[in-house]
């Protein structure tokens, strides 16, 4: 599978972006999706999830009430709305896919990974 993510850039506290995750696989439906993130200097992070049905998704303490994750069957793609950006949601978002459970929240529990898109909040 592999995963193209987008939609990163540079943006000031309070705004929002959208971020795209576009996967090459037919069989899009039969992995769970998240999002990570990456800050300078730091480990990779679980942001959020999303299963199989979009039914259940999952998110971090950090975004949730501020960040959505949702899925388009149809166009193969994952998405990530991120509201009220504050200048620790600083750094690569990676968008991932995982054969396992929608609820897991380590990086090794993905199996296949993005290249990441950059995101810049300035105070």
């Known amino acids: 599978v592999q995963l193209q993510a987008s939609g990163g850039g540079l943006v000031q506290a309070g705004d929002s972006l959208r971020l795209s995750c576009v996967t090459s696989?037919?069989?899009?439906?039969?992995?769970?999706l998240g999002w990570f993130h990456q800050a300078p200097g730091k480990e990779r992070e679980f942001v959020a999830s999303?299963?199989?049905?979009?039914?259940?998704?999952y998110y971090s303490d950090s975004v949730r009430g501020r960040f959505t994750i949702s899925r388009d069957s149809g166009k193969n793609t994952a998405y990530l709305q991120m509201n009220s950006l504050k200048p620790e949601d600083t750094g690569v978002y990676y968008c991932?896919?995982?054969?396992?459970?929608?609820?897991?929240?380590?990086?090794?529990?993905?199996?296949?990974w993005g290249q990441g898109t950059l995101v810049t909040v300035s105070s």
């Open positions: 991932a896919a995982s054969e396992n459970f929608s609820d897991d929240r380590s990086p090794a529990d993905y199996n296949y």
């Open positions: 696989d037919y069989t899009f439906s039969k992995y769970v």
């Open positions: 999303i299963s199989r049905s979009a039914r259940r998704s």
